[in-house]
């Protein structure tokens, strides 16, 4: 199906079908999906969720269980997957492929020591085929601890290699000691302990933040380029795909849409679903715009199917797109295939302009001011929100004793914050992990009351939830990260909208005809307010979470990452649903992503936090086009790139240090390219460059920022 | 490490809980029927005692005082040391409870080595193999297991080895060969419900990712499931162990009985009988603790089987 022949390449995978029997009938994960990878190449495989690029890799290293393989053959280095023995596939997997997976929480075995864990990989490599069950085990007679003592000196200096800092000490580590960045590279330690030909990493740097990304994304480069090492990069993000990726695969329920080198298909997309995709990320879409978004839905993966899986949603879609076979069409010149119908068609078409057209909106580019959000922020009243000197701290004590010894740490979880929100603005609030985003909104909506300062809201000074009246706790509405864990399973659509309403006094049929009201505004029919959570889809369920947050007409709406759990076409649609409320009904944003990209999208002000403090609040595109403090620029330097072969800048470099135990002076420097010695002496003040309040000794200053 | 807080603040619910049952049991045995002076007075008399040597035996034992003086009365004798002595034989409680504990943990241990020797392979091969046949036997196992009464799979064995096959004693304690089929009749009650929880958990475990990591690394199927998965599926199963152990002392005091072992359970019998108030409470007392003292034992092995573990828990 590639240019390249089967034989020579290290994976080929030809006309593969994976199914999954369930209660509902056969579900095709997989349908006819061809992949090569050669020696040293790396080769990205995009798609959406149920894209099937998960199960097209798991079915690649013979992980696809419960699934089944019920067609096509999978050639590894000369052997055929589909009816390898289990020999066979244990020396495969020992040996040609490692895998590293997606959640590096769920991925590492709690219980043993992540030392053990590489020493293990290595000694697979080592003995393929002598595995006994009381050496693996440790017990004494049949294992030499001498041996395991040889194997873990191997693992640091693997750990070392996978950029592990102090691997002597972090060997004896579990997994939930390690942040997220360091389980992931202790997986990928895991899987290189092998040297293997091919490293299939699925979605290996989704779970983490900018910066280790643009870490991790580094050590693959180099180690394909050192060792050779070809790999497949499962991933929906098309940043990390023009990142890293020589070439990519892009799928669509199940399928293969298009495959070519990386420029070419960022550049000049054939596929109509590779167009779309790419035309609904918020980075090639201008501030404040709606975004294009790709209608309807991935089509169930039960059932017989014929014809094209995205005909239902294209615009270009005929008869013979609906029907029968679609041929995969060789672009010729090494540029790659394209399963189209009416490919040939859509050469003429810019990118864009497409699917732009059909979400009804104007063309991006003059479509700013119309599309500015809201009656824009109000200046000149007094904020919506204050927090003033705001902190959360927590005490690590385990017990009264230690607290009375004064032995007890305390975790600065917010410290020291200013911040105000205005009425029908967006501020964003970002950063890593761990950086206090989600306690500051807490802190907010009351879940959690201040440890020292106060936060007004109104000019009124307010309390944890449990001490404020109806009208502040009405005033404020919250969306969180995982809707489906925020929504009670047990509860239908209308109960769960409702709830805020009965239990301010709302009757039955006053609340009936407001949660249709509430549905309708955030873009869901009638005949979902009787479905249960697990009946949606999760661009869905997230609707009904917006709903339930603003069921009271709230002034200010607190979202926590709301978008993240999303895919990229999903996600787009639920932003210009959040852009029309807030136009609609005046509401304030307080945004929460570790996404810039969709940050620099929605957001009319930037508040950049880093270890509880804020590093840097401003206007977003100023933040955004001529950042102030190292740290923001640092951030936006770790977005991986949409531009082929458009490296990341200088990325940051070690771990975020302990909020138990930060660096003294600037919280920041120690992973400052720029520091000097007086920020570690004293501790900077809250400034402010022109538009922008900063913490810093070392502001980036240019001409704009001159004026103080 | 060890956590003094954690251990200060755990050994001090302990003492409340076994306080708390010893108030319980004292107020529940005053409110059975009968009176121990008439009951071991005729006992020991032989025939039935005048007024005035039940009045005696209630003077000389305290009986005659208001309850919760009784009570203060047992409560400060035992942080003396002092669990009192009989009604019946005026031995003292300590020595009875002394001969007899062994052989009832000895028992009990017995039990759940049986227990577990059946239960962890079998749950963990139904798991591996779920859904078919082996799975559906193991399964069905456990279901008889559970459901069958153990008085009465102790009359089956009793039926089948000694006196069929001449194998083994019928009653007694004081050999191997004695502990052999009490051991087994407390065990598979225990071995049945420990085996639904391992094959659920282990379900459970086989699911998660890291063991598909494992399987990636080219490990062994086996070494995937008895190293990697199996260590993680027992944090449940050892939690429900430690309460089994009160089922496995109920279970003692019938298994005793059958085969006439001399034991706690059969001495617990006897005093509620002979109202032999001081036997049954300082009975009571040394299970309560056994069992609290175990449970403790268990919370501080999840710290072993899974690190993530913070015992104690309170961080906020």
């Not at chain 1, 202790?186 to 091919?198: H, R, Y």
């Not at chain 1, 922020?377 to 004064?406: C, F, K, M, W």
């Not at chain 2, 009176?35 to 005048?50: F, G, K, N, T, W």
């Amino acid at each position: 199906m590639t240019d390249q022949s089967p034989d020579s390449a290290l994976l080929s995978v030809e006309n593969l079908h994976t199914r999954f029997r369930t209660s509902e009938g056969p579900v095709h994960a997989v349908e006819g999906v061809s992949v090569t990878v050669d020696e040293g190449e790396i080769v990205g495989l995009v798609g959406e969720s149920g894209s099937g690029k998960s199960v097209t890799a798991r079915s690649i290293v013979g992980l696809q269980d419960p699934g089944e393989i019920v067609r096509g053959s999978i050639r590894l280095d000369g052997v055929d997957v589909t009816d390898a023995t289990d020999r066979q596939l244990r020396r495969l997997r020992g040996d040609t492929v490692s895998m590293v997976f997606q959640d590096p929480t769920e991925t590492l075995n709690p219980v043993f020591d992540v030392g053990e864990q590489i020493a293990e990989s290595l000694k697979v490599h080592n003995q393929l085929d002598s595995q006994s069950l009381l050496e693996y085990l440790h017990v004494p007679p049949f294992s030499s601890q001498s041996e395991w003592r040889e194997y873990r000196e191997r693992a640091i200096e693997l750990m070392a290699q996978v950029g592990i800092a102090n691997p002597e000490d972090r060997v004896d580590a579990y997994p939930h000691e390690l942040s997220g960045g360091l389980r992931q590279r202790a997986g990928m330690a895991i899987a290189l302990a092998s040297d293997p030909d091919l490293l299939i990493a699925d979605e290996p740097t989704t779970a983490l933040d900018v910066t280790t990304q643009a870490q991790l994304l580094e050590r693959l480069r180099r180690h394909n380029a050192e060792r050779g090492t070809a790999i497949l990069l499962i991933t929906h993000d098309l940043g990390v795909v023009a990142d890293i990726c020589d070439r990519v695969v892009v799928m669509y329920a199940g399928e293969v849409m298009e495959t070519g080198p990386t420029d070419r298909i960022l550049e000049a997309p054939r596929h109509p679903y590779t167009k779309a995709l790419l035309d609904c990320l918020p980075q090639r879409v201008d501030r404040g715009s709606r975004l294009p978004t790709i209608e309807g839905s991935v089509p169930e993966p039960t059932g017989d199917r014929t014809g094209c899986p995205f005909a239902p949603r294209c615009d270009h879609a005929t008869d013979a797109c609906r029907r029968g076979e679609i041929p995969t069409v060789d672009l010729g010149d090494d540029r790659g295939t394209v399963t189209c119908s009416e490919s040939s068609t859509l050469e003429s078409h810019p990118a864009r302009s497409a699917t732009a057209a059909l979400d009804g909106s104007t063309e991006p580019g003059s479509a700013t001011a119309g599309g500015a959000p809201g009656n824009g922020p109000d200046q000149s009243t007094q904020p919506l929100v204050e927090l003033e000197g705001v902190s959360r701290r927590y005490s690590l004590a385990n017990g009264p004793i230690e607290r009375l010894l004064g032995t007890d740490d305390t975790l600065r979880a917010v410290d020291d914050v200013d911040l105000e929100i205005r009425a029908g603005e967006t501020l964003a609030l970002v950063g890593e992990s761990g950086c206090g985003k989600s306690t500051l909104a807490s802190l907010l909506t009351g879940l959690e009351a201040p440890t020292t300062g106060t936060v007004r809201i109104d000019g009124t000074p307010v309390g944890p939830a449990a001490d404020r009246d109806a009208d502040t706790l009405a005033d404020v509405g919250v969306v969180f990260q995982d809707p489906r864990s925020s929504l009670n399973p047990r509860l239908t659509v209308e109960r769960a909208i409702g709830e805020p309403l009965r239990s301010n006094g709302w009757d039955r049929s006053r609340r009936r005809e407001r949660v249709r009201e509430l549905l309708e505004r955030v873009g869901l029919a009638d005949r979902h307010a009787t479905s249960y959570p697990h009946e949606l889809s999760g661009g869905q369920v997230q609707r009904v979470a917006i709903a339930r947050a603003i069921a009271l007409d709230p002034s200010l709406v607190v979202l926590d990452e709301p978008v993240s759990a999303l895919d990229a076409s999903v996600q787009s649609r639920l932003l210009n649903v959040l852009a029309d409320l807030q136009a609609d009904l005046d509401l304030a944003y307080l945004f929460i992503s570790h996404d810039l990209t969709v940050v620099e999208h929605i957001a009319d002000r930037v508040a950049v936090m880093y270890l509880g403090e804020l590093m840097e609040v401003g206007p977003a595109d100023r933040v955004f086009d001529c950042p102030t403090h190292p740290y923001t620029r640092a951030l936006l330097e770790a977005i991986p790139s949409l531009d082929p072969g458009g490296s990341t800048g200088t990325s940051l470099e070690g771990d975020r240090p302990s909020p138990v135990d930060p660096p003294g002076g600037c919280v920041f420097r120690s992973r400052c390219p720029m520091a000097e010695p007086k920020c570690a002496e004293t501790d900077p003040d809250q400034r402010q460059f022109g538009p922008v309040r900063a913490k810093c000794h070392l502001p980036v200053i240019d001409d704009r920022t001159a004026s103080r | 490490m060890i956590d003094y807080d954690y251990l200060a603040s755990r050994l001090a619910t302990s003492l409340a809980v076994t306080f708390g049952v010893s108030v319980v049991t004292y107020g529940l045995i005053f409110l059975t029927p009968g009176d121990p002076a008439e009951i071991i007075l005729s006992q020991q008399l032989d025939r039935q005692p005048s007024a005035a040597e039940i009045e005696a035996f209630r003077a000389d034992h305290g009986l005659n005082d208001p309850i919760p003086v009784q009570y203060l009365h047992w409560l400060t004798d035992v942080f003396r040391g002092d669990l009192g002595t009989s009604y019946y034989s005026d031995t003292p409680v300590s020595t009875l409870i002394v001969e007899t504990v062994p052989l009832t943990l000895e028992l009990a241990l017995a039990a759940m080595l049986v227990a577990l020797a059946i239960s962890i392979p079998a749950g963990v091969v139904s798991a591996v193999h779920r859904g078919t046949p082996i799975d559906h036997a193991s399964q069905l196992g456990a279901l008889l297991g559970v459901s069958m009464p153990n008085f009465w799979l102790a009359y089956l064995l009793i039926l089948l080895f000694p006196l069929t096959l001449g194998v083994l004693p019928v009653a007694g304690a004081g050999s191997f060969g004695h502990l052999v089929l009490p051991a087994i009749t407390l065990g598979t009650g225990m071995a049945a419900v420990v085996t639904r929880l391992v094959r659920s958990s282990m379900l459970e475990v086989l699911d998660e990712a890291y063991v598909d990591t494992a399987r990636a690394k080219g490990l062994r199927e086996r070494i995937v499931v008895y190293k990697h998965a199996l260590r993680n599926a027992l944090v449940p199963v050892v939690t429900i162990l430690g309460l089994q152990l009160g089922t496995l002392l109920n279970g003692a005091v019938v298994v005793e009985i059958i085969f006439q072992r001399p034991g706690l359970g059969s001495l617990l019998v006897d005093a509620v009988f002979e109202r032999n108030y001081p036997v049954v409470q300082g009975v009571t007392l040394v299970t309560a603790i056994v069992f609290v003292a175990t449970n403790l034992l268990v919370d501080l092995t999840y710290r072993y089987l899974d690190p993530r573990v913070q015992l104690g828990g309170e961080t906020a």
